[in-house]
């Protein structure tokens, strides 16, 4: 999709609060540690994504949680903020964010954050 009417379309969603279908699913039962990553639309993440929040909200209680996101200019927004609330009980890090220009460029910051967290 070219990028302007999916930029409209993204805000559309967001105004609606709509919760687009997607395909194919996880079981989340198998981790303790789960990273939840995204661009940044409209200041969080694709409304699609709290499709699976709402479908998994019971399903990360205990669980540690790390969010990410590429974005241009605004870091991680609301997104940690949303992924806390999306899952009560779940132990949600500080998250993580670069700009989507330099992920093919900056693996050494990506790397950077993971070595940090000292997995
Ligand atoms: C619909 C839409 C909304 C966006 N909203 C924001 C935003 O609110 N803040 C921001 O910094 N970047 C915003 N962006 C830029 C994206 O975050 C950036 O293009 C993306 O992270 C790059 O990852 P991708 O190549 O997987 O799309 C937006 C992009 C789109 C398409």
Redesign the pocket.
């Known amino acids: 999709m070219a ?1 302007t009417p ?6 559309e969603e967001v105004k609606k609060g709509e919760l687009p279908a997607y395909e194919g699913d996880i079981d989340l039962s198998k981790y303790d540690t789960v990273f939840i990553g ?7 993440y ?1 409304q699609v994504m709290f499709t699976f929040f709402k479908k998994h909200a019971n399903d990360l209680k205990g669980k540690t949680v790390i969010p990410f ?7 991680l ?1 609301n997104c940690a903020k949303d992924v806390k609330d999306a899952f009560p009980g779940a132990n949600v890090q500080k998250g993580f964010s670069i ?3 330099e ?1 093919r460029t900056e693996k050494r910051k990506v790397e950077k954050w993971l070595n940090g967290l000292g997995y």
């Open positions: 990028y999916l930029i409209n379309l993204a805000k995204g661009p940044v639309w409209w200041g969080t694709p996101t590429t974005h241009e200019g605004c870091g927004a700009y989507g220009h992920v």
